[in-house]
């Protein structure tokens, strides 16, 4: 014990800041969720918004492949 006594005491220093500096990740973080909190709802939105449409669009292609190769005519 003795003999790895400086490495652990390195490696519970190494542990220490990495925690601290996860800690201040954490709150950062945490500072800017709530700063832009409606602009996050908002982009999670968006994005179920375009799952959707994708949902949608796949299901008409495998309905219609035909639309990948021809361009409907306009009137």
Do not use: H
Not at 23 to 41: A, F, H, Q
Not at 58 to 68: C, E, G, I, T, V
């Amino acid at each position: 014990m003795e003999v790895n006594k400086k490495q652990i005491d390195d490696i519970v220093k190494n542990l220490n800041s990495s925690l601290a500096n996860v800690s201040s990740i954490s709150g950062n973080i945490d500072e800017r969720l709530k700063l832009n909190s409606t602009k996050v709802d908002e982009i999670i939105a968006n994005l179920n918004k375009v799952s959707v449409n994708l949902e949608e669009m796949s299901f008409d292609l495998k309905q219609n492949p035909w639309k990948l190769l021809y361009k409907p005519k306009t009137r």
